[in-house]
């Protein structure tokens, strides 16, 4: 069965737009979540499509959904705490487990069919094993012991138990067809008129990932994404969409549809950064320098699995050299925008986002 309605949390994020934007060109109905001064700027980003509804959800933990998912099918859930999150440790736990019964009990309520979750590589442990029944050995207890430098932990523990949630609700409801994606690091181009969402520099967390990216156009940066693995946006969004009408996933217990999605190549920056120079030559006195920069080896990622389930094929992963090319071109276009708004310093804070 093709389902044609879709709820998108997280939607005037980086993945959540992509996502969004594929289901509209492919003509299904989509409600795009947002919140704040978010609602319109999602709105204007995609202006152009009938299709399109931006539904205003301040607290998804605490947020009566009945209404917004009457008709609805399929809810995709991008939506998270990022790990710049300083807040109080009961919000985040909330948010993680309240917040996702509650949600996934309003959807099967409503009638939603297919729920696809977006989850995080950081729930595993860094050296394996990443089979689907594989969990990282952090809890809240240990986010409750850390300091502010150590933040991170926290983001780790709310990723992992918001995960652990949605599969033992997908055990105990299989009238539901549950899929949790747990992408590596996430580069690539952000989707026409992003601008309108990071609408000046410092709104430029709203890059998500990305943000490393647009370092790089920084002579002095120093600033490099710290962990292993990666794949291109445009890749996860391509899984998202697959997994909801992918019907050899149906063959797999609710506990066992749970993926992680790296592309098959390391993550190189030396060579990224060279290689700008090269093709986009008229930036590369912005450029940091290359030799500064790391080099961390693929995600270890079963292909033939994501293949099968996924229906990410193993010669369709977009390269690291495109991928980050591509972020730039639409990075370009941002601070084009930004210059257009009479913004006259579009130079980034001088801070790590996720210190």
Request: net charge negative; glycine share 6%.
């Amino acid at each position: 069965m093709v389902y044609t309605s879709y709820f998108v949390t997280g939607a005037s994020g980086f993945l959540g737009s992509q996502i969004v934007k594929k289901l509209l060109d492919a003509g299904y109905t989509v409600k795009g979540v947002a919140r704040g001064g978010k609602v319109s700027q999602l709105a204007k980003v995609f202006e152009s499509y009938d299709k399109f509804t931006v539904v205003d959800v301040p607290d998804l933990a605490s947020a009566d959904l009945s209404t917004v998912l009457k008709d609805v099918e399929v809810l995709i859930h991008v939506a998270a705490i990022l790990p710049s999150f300083r807040g109080p440790m009961e919000v985040v736990e909330k948010f993680a487990t309240e917040g996702t019964e509650k949600m996934m009990d309003a959807a099967r309520l409503a009638g939603v069919k297919s729920i696809i979750v977006t989850g995080s590589q950081v729930t595993y442990n860094i050296e394996g094993p990443f089979g689907p029944r594989d969990w990282r050995a952090i809890n809240f207890e240990d986010a409750r012991k850390t300091t502010e430098a150590q933040h991170f932990v926290v983001y780790i523990a709310q990723k992992i138990i918001c995960e652990q949630t949605v599969m033992n609700w997908a055990e105990k409801h299989r009238d539901v067809r549950v899929v949790i994606i747990d992408p590596t690091y996430i580069w690539g181009p952000f989707v026409p008129n992003y601008k309108y969402i990071v609408n000046s520099p410092k709104q430029y967390p709203a890059e998500s990932t990305n943000y490393f990216v647009h370092f790089l156009l920084r002579p002095e940066n120093e600033v490099f994404a710290c962990y292993h693995g990666w794949v291109d946006v445009r890749n996860i969004a391509d899984a998202h969409v697959n997994a909801v009408h992918n019907t050899s996933i149906d063959e797999l217990e609710p506990r066992d549809r749970r993926f992680v999605l790296g592309a098959p190549e390391e993550h190189n920056w030396q060579k990224a950064i060279e290689h700008v120079k090269q093709v986009r030559p008229e930036i590369a006195a912005r450029l940091c320098d290359s030799k500064k920069a790391p080099v961390w080896p693929m995600q270890v990622t079963d292909l033939d699995r994501n293949e099968k389930y996924l229906g990410v094929k193993k010669d369709s992963y977009h390269s690291f050299n495109d991928a980050i090319v591509d972020a730039v071109d639409t990075i370009l276009d941002i601070e084009k925008y930004w210059k257009e708004e009479g913004i006259e310093d579009i130079s980034l804070p001088n801070e790590h986002l996720f210190n």
